[in-house]
């Protein structure tokens, strides 16, 4: 049973009174273009749990869509943030140095998939880090063709929203997007686009973009693929074992770069700093945003040497880079590294798949447990053979699991989403796992 003093706590049915007059309120003076899952009115944060403005205390397994990885109101970064603020908040780095953004930069290319020889560009955003890997393979190869998966999710400024592809949603009423851009099926291995089974297939998926994808779309004119190791808005889905490794060579036939789109798998959700490092595969060109801030608006694109030398004034931004942003970055790095994380996260991952995987075989609407670390997908269909989604049953179950408590929200067309902060801690994670498993034999 839940202990209460530890766990999450609900004094006020929600949306409590406080909270309804602020939802009148946003709805006011706020454009409403959001995909809100319920009407959650945050108050504060601590560790693994959030507060609403009504008293109620929620156990945290989204961490702000995987931005809030050491749990909130972590005192090194609060430090860090208040350190420097008193120091400097903004200078544009676009035009003048300082000493947070080229340190923590110098941090990333240590830790670069790539290998240290590289150099970063910052962003506010990973939609603008994006933009910036669009902008720099472009420049770099003089091509124009840019490929992307379906179901991929890499943005919503008009150049990034290109090579989104996830809901329709997102792109209707806003084209014409970036001309040059093609899309070719993501390994979606449980919904195979072309009906065959991982066994045998050989990554037949590849061989399409060989046969097909290049054979309209010039490869001595395509400059990138851009693609996610592990699609986050398209449902939490791995890549197969060795499809990177295979896609990766026909990409390097052609000359084509790869970037891969960290945003909310890097920084360690997955249990290594980044996910493509469990594909043993070297991109060219990687993005990060999310975690990367501690909690501030923080992007960043990290390029190989020679793939970043662009000529002055090609590409800048005023705020990116910012240091109080980078001071935060910094002191993520270092609670990460001081506290062994990466190799917690490996463990807490396995445990969470192996109990989802216990509530799956005792309720068939799960039909899918996929992950890496702590960046969990839990697939909800109607039937494990028709393998319909199941929409309305994954909406019933991530309001009726804030009613009781924990913040959880979906991804794709019907998998709950699974992002606690990188600190929560097994007793935290039993929690959550109860509050989700009673709202499953609910429904």
Same mark, same amino acid.
């Given at each position: 049973m839940l202990n209460e003093d530890k766990g999450p706590r609900i004094v006020v049915e929600p949306p409590g009174p406080k909270a309804v007059k602020l939802i009148e309120a946003d709805k006011k003076y706020i454009m409403q273009s959001f995909n809100r899952w319920y009407p959650l009115v945050v108050e504060r944060g601590s560790g693994s749990y959030v507060y609403d403005v009504d008293g109620n205390k929620y156990l945290d397994f989204n961490a702000g869509i995987a931005v809030m990885s050491l749990g909130h109101a972590n005192k090194l970064t609060i430090k860090a943030i208040t350190e420097q603020a008193q120091k400097l908040m903004h200078y544009s780095f676009t035009d003048?140095?300082?000493?947070?953004?080229? &340190?923590?930069?110098? &941090?990333?290319?240590? $830790?670069?998939?790539?290998g240290p020889e590289c150099k970063v560009f910052f962003a506010n955003s990973?939609?603008?880090?994006?933009?910036a890997m669009i902008k720099a393979a472009r420049w770099t190869t003089k091509r124009q063709y840019v490929l992307a998966f379906t179901g991929s999710f890499h943005g919503r400024t008009l150049g990034s929203l290109s090579l989104t592809a996830s809901k329709p949603v997102q792109r209707r009423y806003f084209g014409p997007l970036l001309p040059g851009v093609e899309h070719v099926p993501f390994p979606y291995c449980y919904r195979c686009p072309f009906k065959l089974e991982p066994k045998s297939c050989d990554f037949y998926c590849i061989d399409y973009i060989q046969e097909q994808t290049l054979r309209y779309? #010039?490869?001595?004119?395509?400059?990138?693929?851009?693609?996610?190791?592990?699609?986050?808005?398209?449902?939490?889905?791995?890549?197969?074992?060795?499809y990177f490794q295979k896609l990766k060579k026909l990409l390097d036939k052609h000359g084509i770069l790869l970037g891969v789109d960290e945003v909310q798998s890097g920084m360690g959700r997955t249990g290594k700093w980044f996910a493509i490092e469990h594909f043993n595969v070297k991109p060219d060109y990687v993005s990060m945003a999310k975690a990367l801030g501690g909690g501030l608006p923080l992007g960043a694109l990290i390029g190989r040497e020679e793939l970043m030398?662009?000529? /002055?004034?090609?590409?800048?931004?005023?705020?990116?880079?910012? /240091?109080?942003?980078?001071?935060?970055?910094?002191?993520?790095?270092?609670?990460i590294e001081s506290s062994n994380l990466l190799q917690d996260v490996t463990k807490k991952g396995e445990y969470v798949m192996k109990r989802l995987r216990e509530i799956q075989d005792k309720h068939p609407i799960i039909g899918d447990v996929r992950g890496k670390g702590l960046m969990i997908g839990a697939e909800l269909v109607k039937n494990p053979n028709t393998k319909e989604p199941a929409k309305e049953e994954l909406q019933k179950i991530i309001v009726g699991a804030w009613k009781s408590g924990l913040?959880? $929200?979906?991804?794709?067309?019907?998998? $709950?989403?699974?992002? /606690? #902060?990188?600190? $929560?801690?097994?007793?935290?994670l039993d929690m959550g796992l109860e509050i989700l498993e009673k709202q499953i034999r609910n429904i």
């Open positions: 003048f140095l300082y000493e947070p953004a080229t &340190k923590l930069a110098e &941090k990333l290319c240590e $830790i670069a998939p790539q990973g939609a603008e880090a994006n933009e779309t #010039p490869a001595e004119e395509t400059a990138l693929f851009m693609a996610e190791a592990i699609q986050g808005e398209g449902g939490y889905i791995p890549a197969p074992e060795g030398e662009l000529d /002055p004034g090609s590409h800048a931004s005023t705020f990116g880079g910012n /240091p109080v942003a980078c001071a935060a970055g910094l002191s993520v790095f270092e609670e913040v959880v $929200i979906g991804a794709g067309e019907s998998t $709950i989403r699974i992002c /606690p #902060p990188l600190t $929560i801690t097994q007793d935290e």
